[in-house]
């Protein structure tokens, strides 16, 4: 079956604090997504890592990807409030198609 | 600016009529798609059309058609809507030459099935 998992569902954290999003699925990929969700509104393109080792960064966010370890991570750093967003990764499994996890609602409290 | 629109962007229906929801693109691109999201779920695939009158099934495809009669449209129908079709709707497509590059979502349809 071909899965996505994202942990955590939901993230509280302080400004100025680093944490980590981690995105794991189920088979073989070397393909994968990060999205963006504000709340009521549509999906926003963040990051596309497209081999094993790739790093992708914007500003306070940096997505990387482990193929061997099926893993991605999206590290946040030094959050500031604009940073709260629902957040999710998305997974080409060689299918014409995306799979995408359950997403992350991160919420940055000053 | 991916040049997506979504028609109607909310809409309000009964149990048992025919809902239509339109996607439109001004990009040419090959692949476009339906999704659904519904909380605890994520985004769930519907249908996917990869080119003129190309379509194919999703994750979640039943009580859903499609069609796409022109690279600019297309189009997704609920025969018979159910409660549990209330969700809200998104239509993305991709660009590049390779199918999945990248995608661009639209804004959404929030669909409400009384």
């Known amino acids: 079956e071909l899965k996505v998992e994202q942990n955590p569902l939901f993230l509280s954290m302080q400004e100025g604090k680093n944490y980590t999003i981690y995105c794991n699925y189920s088979t073989t990929s070397d393909r994968l997504y990060w999205y963006r969700q504000d709340p009521g509104k549509s999906l926003e393109s963040l990051f596309v890592l497209l081999s094993n080792g790739a790093v992708k960064q914007e500003g306070r966010l940096m997505a990387s990807l482990d193929t061997k370890a099926r893993l991605s991570t999206l590290h946040i750093t030094a959050a500031v409030h604009d940073l709260s967003a629902t957040y999710f990764c998305a997974v080409d499994f060689g299918n014409e198609k995306l799979t995408f996890g359950t997403g992350t609602r991160l919420t940055i409290i000053p | 600016d991916a040049g997506i629109t979504q028609s109607p962007r909310h809409k309000v229906t009964e149990t048992g009529t025919p809902v239509t929801l339109r996607c439109h693109q001004t990009e040419n691109h090959r692949y476009m798609y339906w999704y659904r999201q519904d909380p605890g779920h994520g985004l769930r695939l519907i249908h996917y059309?990869?080119?003129?009158?190309?379509?194919d099934k999703g994750e979640v495809s039943d009580g859903y058609s499609v069609s796409r009669s022109k690279t600019e449209d297309f189009l997704l129908t609920l025969e018979s809507a159910t409660s549990s079709q209330t969700s809200v709707y998104f239509c993305a497509i991709s660009s590049g030459l390779m199918s999945l590059e990248t995608q661009y979502f639209g804004p959404g349809t929030r669909l409400l099935v009384l």
């Open positions: 059309s990869y080119g003129v009158k190309d379509t």
